[in-house]
């Protein structure tokens, strides 16, 4: 299953979690935009500042066309456009090694909800930062090699993960794909995400 986000957004909803009150991101925004500079086509920009030391900021849309109830395993690899560089620093962590790259399915709509002790988070396990969860795996960081620190140029990438995510179609034959960054650095990041390939293989 092939997403291209070049086509466009259709049916794609942005969002953020894993904060407090107080401690929400700021400079959130979201939308298909051209990609900059060499590089040309759309690609869907996101992009938020993370004031909780600890935020995920994500895509997420609904698929169908499976069969009804079934089983599948899938794996995500992700493409994206970044001015992210490995080697600089960074408050909280330094944006190209502490920014990693989410893939996730599930067979529930992603949600935001309020757990217990106060925090904002979403209704599934995506991980923590580089540590992948049930639903949610962990593709890499976000940096590039070779990029300025200053954050002028950009470079293209593609992050992957053989970690299986099992997922169960639901009574329609649909799933929700889960595609986003999850963050220490405490900064302003963006990025542009060009596209997705999501194998999917019956259990």
């Known amino acids: 299953m092939t997403i291209d986000f070049n086509k466009g957004i259709d049916g794609w909803t942005a969002g953020v979690a894993d904060y407090h009150d107080g401690t929400e991101p700021t400079e959130t925004g979201a939308g298909w935009s051209k990609l900059p500079v ?3 086509g759309m690609g869907y ?6 004031n909780s030391d600890d935020v995920f900021t994500y895509a997420k849309r609904q698929f169908s066309g499976f069969v009804p109830n079934a089983k599948y395993n899938l794996t995500i ?5 970044t001015s992210a560089s490995n080697g ?3 408050v909280g962590g330094a944006r190209g090694e502490a920014v990693f790259m989410v893939g996730a399915a599930i067979d529930f709509e992603p949600k935001l909800v309020k757990g217990s002790d106060g925090r904002y988070v979403l209704n599934f396990d995506h991980g923590d930062q580089g540590n992948s969860g ?3 795996k962990v593709l890499g960081r976000q940096g590039i090699d070779g990029l300025e620190c200053d ?6 990438a593609t992050r992957k993960s053989d970690e299986v995510i099992p997922v169960q179609a ?3 034959g649909k799933f929700w794909i889960v595609l986003g960054t999850d963050s220490a650095f405490e900064g302003t990041n963006d990025l542009y995400l ?5 194998n999917v293989k019956p259990q």
Request: proline share 3%; glycine share 14%; net charge neutral.
């Open 45 to 50: 920009y996101m992009r938020s500042h993370n």
């Open 38 to 40: 060499p590089f040309t």
């Open 134 to 136: 049930k639903q949610g």
């Open 151 to 156: 954050g002028t140029a950009y470079g293209k």
């Open 194 to 198: 060009t596209g997705a390939v999501v």
């Open 88 to 90: 600089c620093m960074g």
């Open 170 to 172: 639901d009574m329609d």
């Open 77 to 81: 690899e992700m493409s994206y456009v």
